[in-house]
């Protein structure tokens, strides 16, 4: 084998090890989204549940950007202030975009809720958290489909 074939062989693996590389840390960026919309999800269901077996309202707040958070009750000025159960957003890669200009919340024994939704994004994309009038939480990828989820439609 000559230097100059050597040498092909050396780029060609250095190529596929960068592409490589690349598509790990998307799907890394794609887990951690994921992730942070199901843990939300498990927040909201919580709020729900609790809202539902004590016949209370839950009118969520949102206070949106990297590190937001999302909580209910009285609003508090930032996110480590807040009292209560509060879902925060501990990544510094993942911003709470956009909430519902509506009070979207859950309304006790009823079972409903004022439909809203809430959006998480990063570099791999975004996902958006779908509450509807019947209390039912969905997630759903805005743009394209991310990790076998849907997008919105």
Known sequence: MSLIEMMVVVIIVAMCALWG????RGYQQ???????AQRLRLYLYGVQTEANNHNRS???WVMSGTGGCVGTGL???????????VFVVNDPEIELLDFSDNATGFYGLRNSAMPGHLTLKNAAGSL???????????VCSEHQSLLGIASCQ
């Open 58 to 60: 839950a009118v969520l």
């Open 30 to 36: 794609a887990l951690k989204l994921e992730q942070h």
């Open 128 to 138: 958006r958290l779908v509450l509807s009038a019947r209390g039912r939480l969905r």
């Open 75 to 85: 609003r508090s000025v930032d996110c480590t202030a807040a009292g209560g159960k």
């Open 21 to 24: 590389m690349h598509s790990w």
